[in-house]
């Protein structure tokens, strides 16, 4: 399938079907649930920061396009070790590949841009930004929504 | 591949003899039988010049006119040459021009009458669609009609398009929404639905056919036992009209609606049939120009039908291509159409039957050309991008009926659906990538 195949990857493919971090993190500090009514996807995304402001474990459940999950799987590999405000720029850099402005992605082609540019097919594909950006949305909103205020 | 085309032709042409729109699906395209074609398949493509294209590639294989149908050259001719010759705005007109597109909108209305075999051309109101035509219903019968606590019983499997228009309604009236529910197969048993009328029941509205699952719902029987517990009927035809015969007297419906653009048509027409009666007691829908008969600052006196529900400037162009669509689909003949859909469905269902993690949703005895499916540990939406890949146009997700994918336990579903111009070897290149998704998703 010519053009499929750019956006199914074999990585894609793989985090997709083998997630990383698909979990529920008990004593996250902080969590958000999107859905997509549309497709009928609901995705939540917990994350737990420590007193250093560093996010030491990041993780997603519910149910997604392999898409989708294959983002929220590639995102929470790259989000431990970084603060919020680093968090919030590399989604940034993220939604500037997916929407295909690679030139934004600034500061060329380091580990993390490689990581991302595994879903750098989407851009091809307008109706799936949604998909791709689901879990990164999510992340954002559970950078804002700290538990104990829940 | 043309022995199975010929047989599916051959299984219409026996359905047609048993006679009934929306024949119950055959089951075995394999075989052979005499040559009882309906129509050449492949000159009615070469009407849609759409099909020619190429997707990725790939031919247009296009299985998604449940969504909307594309369009014959007669119906794009017949809107370019009522522009190119005949175009003005319509009514008050003292130029010839103005009487010719007068006339030609008035005729347009003649060919609906005739089609839906109404008893009067006023019964005929042109709207934007039938989300317009529902919503058309709801505000002018039922705020007129309708007091808090009365009820309006609708069925589990509704487009959205035919709740959201009562939920405004309960929300300014306070009247009471109720559901016929929806079983396993996606029916809509006729005794639950009727076990819902009650005293209080003052309009059952609910859809021909299911677009989701293509299910084709018992409407003579319902609107009869409405009416027996006194209540007026509203039929969703937007799904059936492209399938099947309708016939608004025999039917006895009080209102039936349905869109342009599903019927080969354009877009931004559809077509209310109201009861002369209804009609004539309801209050306008919108107001401005063309409704009225006489305006002054303190009081207004109302157009008679069908102008009293067509305010403003109408699609007048589109009307007229509707107009065309309707002589289209009626040359080639709704039974003969219908029974080759049938034929079609019944080869898909057998197709995609024998993919194995692939599981058909809605095995309604009586099918429209509509088939969903889902597939075990592929979502939707992927198997539709893949789809697409191979040139296969299909839809993915809740259809705007999230009711009834609460009922059926599914958050979404692929959907393919046919059309008077789909083949058999379409149904093959359907099968034949879902096959590949099988392989690329699955192993």
Redo the contacts between chains.
Sequence with gaps: ?????E??SKAV?DHG?HPRNRRVIADCSHSAKSDN?????DLSVPLRIDQNDVICEAGFDG?????ATASASLMTEMLVGKTPAQAKMLFQRFHALAAGDAEKLNGGMDVEATQMTVLAGVHA?PA?MK?ATLAWKTMLAALENERNQQ | MKAVAEEIERQGALERIDGGSFASACHSPAGCGDHAGFYDVEAVRADFPILEETM??YPLVYLDSAASAQKPFMVMEAEYAFYAREYANIHRGFYVLSQRSTERYDQARRVVKEFLNARHEHEIVFTRGATDAINLVAASFGEAFLKEGDEVLLTGLEHHSNIVPWQFLREKRGIVLKAAPVNGAGEVPLDEFIRLLGPRTRLAAFAHVSNVLGTVLPIAEMIRAAHEAGAKVLVDAAQSVAHSKIDVQTLDCDFLVFSGHKLYGPTGIGVLYGKEELLDAMPPYQGGGDMIASVSLERTTYAPLPAKFEAGTPPIAQAVALGAAIDYVTALGLDRIGAHETGLLAYATERLSAIKPLTIVGTAQRKASVLSFVMDG?????IA??L???GVAVR???HCA?PL?TRLG???TVRASFGLYNTAAEVDALAE?LE?VEV??LQ
């Design positions: 399938m010519s053009d499929s195949v956006l199914y493919l079907r009514p549309l497709c009928g996807d149910r997604s396009c392999v898409l594909y799936r998909c | 990725h590639g592929v979502h939707p939406h992927d991008q893949m697409d890949g191979r993915a997700g809740n999230q994918m599914l958050p979404a990538a590949e690329v998703f």
